[in-house]
């Protein structure tokens, strides 16, 4: 019986080391993709910058604060999954301000913080056709005279190179 338990230690011992070597071998990656650390870290990071958006727009009611902080999320943080929270709050804090709302006031012109609304609010709509404030966007937008004309499509299309043709000077 005392050969028998000993045999079967040894075989269990025997099977458990030659699996850790076989892991090492090269079959294993040496660690997570960076990438997908990068990304969860920069969506950690924008999910921070919209809680203190969220928390100047619906507490303080500080709409300079929360429409720069939501543009930083924009533009810093392409692919952050709650963009479109982050586009509404810029639109409506532009609203506010346009109306003379909220504890900041705005030293921009009333027209410009309206059109910068627009162009929030449109790309809303335009971009996040599923997005939950897609209704509330588009209400804002009928308020404000509609959506940006050419809206997102029309920025991505300024920044292509244009082509001169022969008729072209």
């Known amino acids: 019986m005392k050969k028998f338990f000993l045999t079967c230690c040894g075989l269990a011992l025997l099977v ?10 090269g079959g294993a990656t040496k660690g997570p993709d960076p990438t997908v650390i990068a ?4 969506e950690k990071e924008a999910l921070h910058n919209l809680e203190v958006a969220k928390h100047y ?12 902080r939501a543009e ?3 533009a810093g943080y392409p692919g952050f ?12 804090s532009n609203v506010y301000l346009a109306e003379g709302k909220g504890k900041q006031k705005s030293t921009a ?9 627009r162009a ?10 599923e997005s939950d404030f897609r209704g509330r966007a588009e209400e804002e937008l009928r308020k404000l005279g509609g959506a940006k004309a050419g809206g997102a499509a029309a920025r991505d299309d300024s920044r292509k190179p244009q082509l001169k043709t022969a008729s072209q000077p």
Do not use: H
């Open 120 to 129: 929030y609010l449109s790309r809303i709509v335009e971009e996040f056709p």
């Open 57 to 68: 727009f619906k507490m303080k009611k500080a709409y300079v604060a929360a429409a720069t």
């Open 16 to 25: 458990f080391s030659a699996g850790g070597a076989r892991a090492q071998g």
């Open 81 to 92: 999954t709650r963009t479109d929270e982050a586009l509404y709050i810029a639109g409506m």
């Open 72 to 74: 930083e999320i924009v």
């Open 109 to 117: 012109p009333a027209d410009k913080l309206r059109d910068e609304a």
């Open 39 to 42: 990304d969860a870290e920069l």
